[in-house]
């Protein structure tokens, strides 16, 4: 497994030996290299993680879906079927997030 670096300025991760911190501009000394259960966790946790994004964009773009179909109003049965699909969409998208803030706060993340 490769080296996980993390900044301890503002908590970028990074692969490898970093020479200066990509986001914050600190210097190397300022990374501390997370242990193997730590470094694990990330590796594991990235492909979830942007499954999660992905999930929660699409939630973002339903939601448009469904304001536009409702601005639209064909009807009172696809009006409908808009609203609570804007509703179920909502939803969606707070479950992703909240599931990646839990990440962030179990080591989940970088």
């Not at 301890?8 to 190397?28: E, L, N, Q, T, Y």
């Not at 193997?36 to 929660?56: I, M, P």
């Not at 601005?71 to 969409?89: E, H, P, T, W, Y």
Request: charged share 25%; with cysteine; net charge positive.
């Amino acid at each position: 497994m490769k080296a996980l670096w993390k900044c301890s300025v503002c908590g970028f991760i990074h692969d490898g030996a970093a020479a200066v911190c990509p986001k914050c501009g600190a210097a190397p000394e300022k990374f501390t290299q997370l242990d193997d259960a730590a470094a694990t966790l990330v590796e594991r946790s990235r492909h979830t993680n942007c499954l999660h994004l992905k999930l929660a964009a699409l939630a973002r773009e339903i939601d448009g879906i469904c304001k536009d179909g409702q601005a639209d109003n064909l009807d009172a049965g696809c009006a409908d079927v808009f609203r609570k699909s804007q509703a179920m969409s909502y939803t969606m998208m707070k479950l992703s997030m909240t599931e990646i803030q839990g990440h962030m706060g179990k080591g989940k993340w970088g």
